[in-house]
T-cell receptor, first 115, second 113 residues
């Protein structure tokens, strides 16, 4: 069984500041993938970034980067220079054993960017 | 050009009714999924299908029956709807069972009264 823990139910951040959203995971598989999704108030699920368990470099996608610390089983999302449009729910998820099992999600962090 | 589409977007119905939600993907993917997001925003896998074959069924009541007429479609039929079925249902797809990245549909908000 796999598990994702997101310990920050909500966060308030000033615009233009960097944000770190915490995510720790638990899995007994050696091969797995870690994901972050954004869900704005409109409800759609937007894929942000992916990190494979064997990737040696931290994943980056524009203003998003994933701080992957395998020994600590953490996969924190870092958003640089936050914008008002970053206000949303953010979900960390894990998939192991291939895509057939689907994603296991954390409970999410509600991020609010203040002007 | 929508990659994963769902219909309807909103569905309001009474307890005891039977309803269906349709999902289509035009990405040429082999694997499709249904997820349920409850009122607390928690997302949980319900089903996954690969090449029209059911792979997993995560302790979902048998009132829920997925049907995949072809690789591009995965529909969700729900019998005898209950108040607790009220949720947002997301369809998703991935290239195959070895591909981790999943593309989500816009979601269907089901309200049972």
């Amino acid at each position: 069984a796999q598990k994702i823990t997101q310990t920050q139910p909500g966060m308030f951040v000033q615009e233009k500041e960097a944000v770190t959203l915490d995510c720790t995971y638990d899995t007994s598989d050696q091969s797995y993938g870690l994901f972050w999704y954004k869900q704005p108030s409109s409800g759609e699920m937007i894929f942000l970034i992916y990190q494979g368990s064997y990737d040696e470099q931290n994943a980056t996608e524009g203003r998003y980067s994933l701080n992957f610390q395998k020994a600590r089983k953490s996969a924190n999302l870092v958003i640089s220079a936050s914008q008002l449009g970053d206000s949303a729910m953010y979900f960390c998820a894990i998939e192991s054993g291939g895509g057939a099992d689907g994603l296991t999600f954390g409970k999410g962090t509600h991020l609010i960017i203040q002007p | 050009d929508t990659a994963v589409s769902q219909t309807p977007k909103y569905l309001v119905t009474q307890m005891g009714n039977d309803k269906s939600i349709k999902c289509e993907q035009n990405l040429g993917h082999d694997t499709m999924y249904w997820y349920k997001q409850d009122s607390k925003k928690f997302l949980k896998i319900m089903f996954s299908y690969n090449n029209k074959e059911l792979i997993i069924n995560e302790t979902v009541p048998n009132r829920f029956s997925p049907k995949s007429p072809d690789k591009a479609h995965l529909n969700l039929h729900i019998n005898s709807l209950e108040l607790g079925d009220s949720a947002v249902y997301f369809c998703a797809s991935s290239l195959d069972t070895f591909s981790y990245e999943q593309y989500f549909g816009p979601g269907t908000r089901l309200t049972v009264t």
